[in-house]
């Protein structure tokens, strides 16, 4: 039995056993398992070969279908006395490809007033704000309430105001990249240093963002290939090493 | 005591500035009136409009009325201008939403157990949509998540409300949905039943 095996079809392993069983044109009350398993072993083993990736789902169900194929090797046996007995092991899947056509259907049903549908045009609703403008709200106060309250204001804009005559904002001085630069520069002169760690560099800053500074400028500083930094591990020591060429000379300021 | 003849009229400006569905209830309580004589109201404006075979036309959303252009004419429309629409859904979008509105309130798992594939994404994106949205919890093992549709989603589909859904129960139709040049051999089926 030949069949065509178009890949992006089917919606799931449903889809697919619909379609087979209807290509092979089977009375869907009388499958022919054995085949049906053949050919949708055979279009897993397709998908595979084309290397999709086969949905665990399409598994379950090949497992389902081989698991009612070994079940009708079986005799069926007929205990004394019960009518019917066992029923036929293709029940159950029957009952679920329907109820999964139906659903197809209705599927089908939605696609087409879904279409008709776009044939009814509305209007997005505007904005109605200019005919809801809520109307000013009035202060319920008397007229010496609003002097006092006026009077307030006036008295505390003038005390303001005579304390910014007499006093100048100041903001305290952030360290910049540049003179951190400096700074570090001027430990290692000092110290005579050729090694020194991050860590020690920090030790005395408090601030977050002075430690920021530092790590910055020390980045700034390794660009221009004035130290050389060294971390051995992640999150380990990082150290600092004062490059050959050294000096304030070579650190431009940016 | 406004009259009949008023309120519809009034209605029938209330739905042109509105846009969107309006609420029966909302227009209702504007004139102190029920919301059965309301909901009559706007019937009959719809069946008015209809009957005169008007440009446009009054649509019913679950309990909400809205002004929208006859369907007939679309094709005038889009000689004057291009309307924006919204983007179809897809195969397996309608699927999951079918089963959704058929079976609703439903959970997740129940929705796959139909399709016996996965839909978690599918699902979200209806949602987002706002074509299903949260229906409560059921009380199943678990307390899962119970999926509902929206009236956005009887508007989407030009319904009135769910009791419009066709029926899919009938067993004989769904055995002819698939393409019928294949011969699919409904005889046999008489057989069966």
Redesign the interface.
Known sequence: MSYKVKIDLF????DLL?YLI??S?M???DIQVAAITRQYMDYIQEMQRLDVEV?T?FM??AAVLIEIKSKMLLPRIKPEGVAGGEGDPRDELVE?I??????????????D??????????????D?SP?TKEPDEYLNLDIRQFAAAFHLFLHKRKKVEEIRKNYARVERQRMTIEDRIQSILRLFRQKALKKITFRQLVEEEDTRFNRVVTFVSLLEMARQRVIKVKQQETFGEIVIGIGEEAGEKKVHDQ | MTSKKTIKSAFESLMFVWGEPLDVKTAAELFNISNKEAYDYFAELKEEYDREGRGIRIREINKSFQLVTSSENVEYIERLCTPVREKRLSQQALEVLAIVAYRQPVTKGEIEAIRGIRCDRVLEGLMKRDLVQEAGRSSAIGRPILYGTTDAFLKHFGFQNLKELPDIEDIAGVMNLEEPEEGVETGQLTIEF
């Open positions: 919606e799931g392993p449903f619909v209807e290509t044109e009375n869907i009350y949905a789902e379950v169900l679920r329907l109820e999964y056509k139906r659903f197809k259907r209705a599927a089908a049903l939605l696609e007033r879904q279409e008709a549908m776009e044939a009814v045009l509305e209007k997005p609703k505007e109605l005919y």
